[in-house]
């Protein structure tokens, strides 16, 4: 038997949706009776359920923080067993917003303007809101640094900036970065191979955590796009740059807006979600590419040194 060991769950805001995708490829896997696999989370007993069950490899289900950061990958690292996905510092590159924008910026990769607020005793908001107006006016994007599905990500004129700037004071870092409307265009990398585009339509302001998740929002997705093949090339050749210079392994997706004929990158996601409702499914789908063999192609790129 082929033993698969898939980690999900963990600690971050994203945990619920790790386990719906766990759930989603676990499943997809018991259908081929070659493989055994076992479900576990990053808890205290993790280390002893991994040395025990001695799988294959670790398929990397996790999301978001301490799953998706380098952390739990620098733990499959010492134990010296295979793993999906990025690696340590490849994963800590991609979900530090802030990093991987100076690493597009310097690497000619268009991304939206931004800078960095960290919250402090004794702010003077007036002055925020000044640099602001002079750097590239409002709307603004407020982000966390650090999270993935645009938890605590929101939209924000001036009139409500600072109600909307306080409600994420517990990220304590954040990115404001200019707003840029536009089509919402996300684009998938499969190891060396450009693996396609699909368009979203939120009914919501933007492509937020509940119109990723949630049937209800009724997010329309667009596949395959209405674009001309020049800019059909240039947004896959973009998402490929920036999944390669980061170094990332497995599958990535990167997320842009297209406005005035030019592609934003607003970030690119090393462990993109595997739900029925997940867009590398479906673009692999519209590929003729089944989600067991999506699923059989993270697998194959599975290894440690990355």
């Not at 690292?77 to 310097?106: M, N, Q, R």
């Not at 979203?200 to 929002?217: G, M, Q, V």
């Not at 867009?279 to 790129?301: C, G, H, R, T, W």
């Amino acid at each position: 038997m082929d033993k698969i060991l898939i980690l999900a769950g963990g600690y971050s805001n994203e945990r619920e949706i790790s386990l719906i995708t766990a759930k989603s490829v676990a499943k997809e896997l018991k259908k081929n009776r070659k493989y055994k696999i076992l479900t576990i989370e990053p808890d205290g007993h993790f280390i002893k359920k991994l040395r025990k069950f001695k799988p294959r490899l670790v398929l990397n289900l996790l999301h978001g923080r301490y799953g998706e950061d380098g952390y739990i990958q620098s733990i499959l690292e010492s134990e010296k067993v295979k793993y999906t996905h990025s690696g340590v510092l490849s994963s800590s590159l991609a979900i530090d917003k802030e990093i991987s924008k100076k690493i597009f910026i310097k690497n000619k990769i268009l991304t939206p303007p931004y800078y960095k607020f960290i919250f402090r005793k004794n702010l003077y908001y007036e002055n925020i809101i000044k640099k602001i107006e002079t750097r590239f006016k409002f709307p603004v994007v407020l982000k966390p640094i650090n999270e993935g599905s645009s938890v605590g990500v929101c939209i924000t004129d001036k009139k409500n900036f600072i109600h909307n700037l306080m409600k994420l004071e517990k990220f304590r870092e954040i990115l404001v970065e200019k707003y840029i409307p536009g089509r919402e265009i996300q684009a998938a990398i499969l190891g060396n191979k450009k693996l396609g585009i699909i368009e979203l339509k939120p009914k919501r302001k933007f492509y937020d955590y509940e119109a990723k998740y949630s049937t209800n929002a009724k997010t329309e997705h667009i596949i395959p796009v209405n674009i001309t093949y020049r800019n059909f090339n240039k947004i896959n050749s973009i998402a490929m740059k920036a999944h390669k210079l980061l170094n990332c392994r497995g599958v990535s997706r990167s997320d842009f807006r297209f406005y005035k004929n030019k592609f934003y990158l607003l970030e690119l996601n090393t462990q993109p979600g595997m739900t029925s409702l997940s867009l590398v499914p479906e673009i692999a789908s519209y590929n003729n590419i089944s989600f067991l063999q999506l699923i059989e192609e993270i697998m194959k790129d599975a290894s440690t040194n990355k």
